[in-house]
């Protein structure tokens, strides 16, 4: 079968014929349907090094993925040939603390994963590819009816991402709130959706793109702001009090000042961007009992909890559909900025 492959650190990936997967005892191979293409790959194609994590290529890409069921390995029960499903993409140890509540990227006994801190498309083969082989059946989440793998691979990551982020900031916004997303890429717009869609807020979105920002409106942002230097006065100016939670799908140095800048007393800034920047944060620095904290995708009940929301219409990423053969050229889009939404690639 054919695989977008990444054969070392800092290369472009390669479509390469590899050998078609076989489920060994409880695993399961899944006809891929739509893989997704995530800026976490960019990161992974041009500024990763041995070391950084603890794996290493090659491997095939896409960590974002829904098929069918194509082969069941030896015990697996519950599933059927044929049925459209979405595959969780971390997969951790399986019986730490973490594992059992279904947070398996917090997994705390890495070594006990099929690979340390990853999955497949991070460090081990991904839906990039005719074929993916899930390493455990409990990876393997059935579809809602409604809901069809290209619209469902987006929401393995693009959605679960910013909805376990947004989730845990529910108590945070009651009617009358307000909430910041900051950056209406990949994640964001589908976060603009989830707000509106899971809680009674108000929410403002602020990108440095035009069309972006336009994405945003479209899916239900209440404000749209071209960021700028009056960007925070503008927030404070509307909020009249700050933000109840802000949301950084970017992660930068200005993207994080920008909201602590924002933040209220009590309120949430969660960063989910993995720009890497880095945020002083002192007694006098941020307003009182303003909580920062990091998020890393989310759990396998909040998987089932989007693809509702997928399936009932609530949520739904703006897709752009490669074949296998353009997928280099989805990331150039996405890495060019000129990628509306999300791509998925389509074997
Ligand atoms: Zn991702
Ligand atoms: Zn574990």
């Excluded at 995708?297 to 997928?310: N, Y």
Aim: charge should be negative; proline fraction near 8%.
């Amino acid at each position: 079968m054919r695989a977008l492959r990444l054969l070392e650190w800092k290369s472009e990936p390669l479509l390469t014929e590899v050998d078609e997967p076989t489920p060994g005892p409880g695993q399961v191979v899944v006809r891929i349907g739509g893989a997704g293409a995530c800026h976490s790959d960019l990161h992974l194609m041009d500024e990763f090094e041995a070391g950084v994590v603890p794996w290493n290529p090659p491997f095939t890409l896409g960590h974002e993925n829904a098929g069918w069921v194509h082969t069941l390995g030896a015990g697996v029960t519950g599933l059927e040939v044929g049925q459209p499903v979405a595959v969780y993409g971390p997969w951790g140890c399986g019986v730490c603390a973490r594992c059992r509540l279904g947070i398996d990227p917090y997994c705390e006994n890495p070594a006990g994963a099929p690979v340390p801190g990853g999955g497949g498309g991070l460090g081990l083969d991904g839906g990039m590819a005719e074929y993916e082989l899930v390493p455990d059946a409990r990876h393997i989440v059935p579809l809602p009816d409604g809901l069809d793998p290209v619209r469902a691979a987006p929401l393995t990551d693009a959605g679960l991402t910013p909805y376990h982020a947004i989730r845990r900031s529910w108590p945070k916004l009651p009617p009358g709130s307000w909430a910041v997303v900051i950056g209406v890429g990949g994640l964001g717009h589908v976060g603009v959706q989830i707000l509106k869609a899971t809680t009674a807020a108000r929410v403002i979105a602020v990108d440095t793109r035009p069309e972006a920002l336009r994405l945003a409106e479209e899916y239900g942002a209440d404000l749209t702001l071209l960021s700028g230097a009056e960007t925070a006065d503008e927030i404070r100016r509307i909020t009249g009090r700050g933000a109840d939670v802000v949301l950084d799908f970017v992660g930068a140095d200005p993207t994080l000042r920008l909201g602590a800048a924002v933040a209220r007393t009590v309120g949430d800034l969660t960063i989910v961007g993995i720009a890497g920047g880095t945020l002083p944060v002192s007694y006098f620095s941020v307003p009182y009992e303003v909580s920062i904290q990091t998020t890393y995708w989310g759990s396998r009940p909040e998987l089932i909890e989007v693809l509702d929301l997928g399936a009932r219409g609530l949520v739904q990423p703006k897709v752009t559909t490669f074949s296998l053969d353009e997928a280099n050229t989805a990331y150039q889009r996405l890495r060019e900025g000129s990628l509306e939404g999300r791509a998925v690639v389509v074997p």
